[in-house]
């Protein structure tokens, strides 16, 4: 299956590192140069703003999707190709899941991990079968990786969860892992045997 759309989960605080502003600004650019619509959140700020600024500004096309709630306290991004404004959470991360090929994790806080989570745990219940990567930068995801190892290695979820997603710490990985396509040999009955 083609990638056409990534939804990038990342955070909307604005006070961080910026070796992860550039990279969610090199992710936005990669994906105008791969003709690569970006799904996310719908924020001007944080991370979130900076890879959809990026996108644009390299001629890609960016899709929002940005719950009522978030958007009255004028935090929505007023420049992309499509904004769309939903009622709650769960229906942004229903379409934001609706509308992408392929999930990607950059840093980020609760939301993210929210995001994420819900994700994984669609696909271990064999809701989708798209991608997902975790982009571990500077070795922000290194705790996370290692509890979900964690909660293998203790059988609260299967060995084949491992294969579920994808790690990788550069821009070049990203998008290799996701024209690879490879079948992931994952079977979601594995969760109740």
């Keep these: 299956m ?16 910026e070796i992860y502003k550039k990279i969610a600004c090199e992710v936005g650019i990669a994906l105008a140069k791969h003709n690569m619509r970006l799904v996310y959140g719908g924020g001007h700020v944080g991370l979130m703003g900076t890879v959809a600024d990026a996108t644009l500004a390299a001629g890609g096309k960016v899709t929002g999707i940005i719950p009522e709630h978030i958007r009255s306290h004028e935090l929505q991004h007023t420049g992309l190709t499509e904004l769309i404004v939903v009622d709650n959470m769960h229906t942004r991360k229903s379409i934001m899941a609706e509308k992408s090929d392929a999930f990607v994790a950059l840093p980020g806080g609760f939301g993210t991990l929210d995001e994420l989570f819900e994700i994984l745990t669609w696909k271990q219940l064999a809701l989708h079968t798209k991608p997902i990567i975790i982009f571990n930068v500077n070795g922000f995801w290194d705790p996370l990786i290692a509890l979900i190892h964690h909660l293998i290695d203790g059988h609260f979820a299967p060995e084949n969860n491992r294969q579920i997603f994808k790690v990788v710490t550069t821009v070049d990985a990203l998008f290799a892992a996701l024209f690879a396509q490879e079948d992931e040999n994952f079977d979601p009955e594995d969760k109740w045997r």
């Design 2 to 17: 083609p990638i056409d759309s990534v939804c990038i989960y990342c955070g909307s605080a604005g006070h961080v590192d």
